[in-house]
């Protein structure tokens, strides 16, 4: 099994999150932590990078809701990238997909919008 | 066909770090079963949706030892049919499922209130009984789809 992991990381002054593993119950609270630490400081979105993702249920999903409502503040939004199918079914399920979170296929096509 | 009928019986700590345990032991049996990637992986959230309930809700307010989730795959021919069984605080059924998801979103706990929209819109059956101080059983049935042939 992958340990869970979140690399920070800055794409163009936009705060990368790379996450690895599975999100559930036992590691969205260090997901949430991560998420928590990048948004102290001021800016406006925050790409989410979930390509390493295997698995995300709707704790993970809570998790990334909140961050997307706190970002909506500074009209900000959650930049997430993923190309798995099993992955992507689960935003899809959720309606979180949309205004707040948008989801793209890497992080240089979300550069290449913003 | 299988037609004989197995049962396997799973108790796990109702604490998160067991809802990978319960995910990866299902995840076995659905792949015994036959069941496709994608169901695989549907059952698998369905089934940690199930059991994250009950650690959060079940046992969040729970005093005492022995809190733990017991787990009944019935395996049927095609039919996988999952309980989750916990002996938590309990609830009215009807409340639950009638509460807005927008309640449980503002709380300090983790999920959005989600966890049941996903366990129906990925199953093919679930049923939620739970009685006020004895605890909740969730009982789930997914069936492994006929391939058609072309």
């Known amino acids: ?114 | 066909m299988m037609t004989e009928t197995a049962h396997i019986h799973l108790s796990i700590p109702a604490s998160s770090e067991f809802v990978v345990v319960a995910r990866l032991s299902v995840s076995g049996i659905a792949a015994r079963m036959n069941f496709t990637v994608e169901d695989i992986e549907d059952i698998k959230i369905a089934l940690s949706e199930a059991c994250t309930n009950a650690i959060q809700h079940a046992y969040d307010q729970h005093e005492g030892g022995g809190k733990k989730i017991d787990i009944h795959f019935i395996l049927a021919g095609d039919k996988l049919e999952i309980e989750v069984r916990d002996t938590g605080v309990g609830f009215n059924p009807q409340g639950v499922i009638s509460k807005k998801q927008t309640d449980a979103s503002a709380s300090d706990q983790f999920g959005l209130g989600l966890g049941l929209t996903f366990i129906k819109s990925l199953m093919d059956a679930y049923d939620i009984q739970s009685e006020l101080g004895k605890g909740t059983v969730v009982k789930m049935v997914k069936y492994v789809s006929q391939i058609i042939p072309a």
């Not at chain 1, 599975?22 to 969205?28: A, F, M, Q, S």
């Not at chain 1, 961050?67 to 689960?90: E, N, P």
């Open chain 1, 1 to 114: 099994m992958t340990v869970f992991t979140v690399l920070h990381d800055e794409v163009n002054q936009i705060p990368v999150l790379r996450v690895e593993g599975e999100i559930d119950l036992h590691t969205c609270p260090a997901l949430s932590n991560a998420i928590g630490q990048v948004l102290e400081k001021p800016g406006s979105h925050l790409i989410l990078n979930l390509d390493k993702v295997s698995y995300i249920d709707s704790t993970g999903l809570g998790v990334i809701s909140v961050a997307a409502r706190q970002l909506a503040d500074h009209d900000g939004k959650v930049y997430a990238v993923c190309t798995q199918a099993h992955i992507k079914k689960v935003f899809e399920l959720s309606g979180l997909q949309g205004k707040n979170v948008v989801l793209y296929d890497s992080e240089l096509s979300i550069s290449k919008s913003l």
